[in-house]
């Protein structure tokens, strides 16, 4: 084979092997084009619920997720090493019809140097439903920081809340 017949070929095939990366990739390639990197900070305060037995949080987020949050917890476990597992309903609303539901799954754990009731808080929320932009929503969202006044003497409405920042992905049709 002459040597411009053996470049010819090699530029060939690696127009070829650039190509096929565009023609063959996979299908998750697609999804994760609807997929989007989120992340802010939010501070909720423990509001009144008479209908929320262990109690309803409220606040902004800021952020991709700029809006209002508001979690009720479904369960909360006491664990023998201090911490406590608890599970929730969070929801949060980021426009006029766009809304995400999550199912989160939280540790809170106490703090020692720290005064009575400050917990570190990590939670991974996981999406459930949303409406407008987010209907069919997919995603999860990492979220950690502090919660103060969780218990002890200065609990209560008003005086317990949380400090956190979110990551995650959330992925729509």
């Known amino acids: 084979m002459s040597h411009s017949l053996r470049v010819v070929c090699l530029l060939t095939l690696c127009t070829l092997i650039s190509f096929s990366g565009t023609f063959f990739t996979p299908q998750t390639s697609a999804k994760n084009a609807n997929c989007k990197h989120v992340n802010g900070h939010a501070v909720w305060t423990l509001i009144p619920a008479t209908n ?3 109690g309803r949080v409220l606040g902004p987020s800021t952020g991709n997720l700029k809006g209002a949050v508001t979690t009720f917890l479904t369960s909360f476990t006491p664990q023998p090493d201090g911490s406590i597992h608890a599970t929730s309903s969070d929801v949060w609303v980021v426009g006029a019809q766009d809304i995400l539901a999550f199912s989160g799954s939280t540790t809170l754990t106490p703090i020692p140097s720290q005064p009575l009731g400050t ?9 459930v439903g949303g409406t407008g932009d987010f209907a069919g929503a997919t995603g999860t969202l990492q979220v950690t920081g502090t919660g103060f006044n969780i ?3 200065n609990a209560g409405l008003g005086n317990t809340y949380f400090e956190v ?3 995650g992905e959330i992925c729509t049709n």
């Open 52 to 54: 929320d037995p262990f």
């Open 119 to 127: 917990v570190s808080e990590s939670s991974v929320l996981t999406v």
């Open 151 to 153: 218990f002890g003497p």
């Open 165 to 167: 920042s979110y990551e």
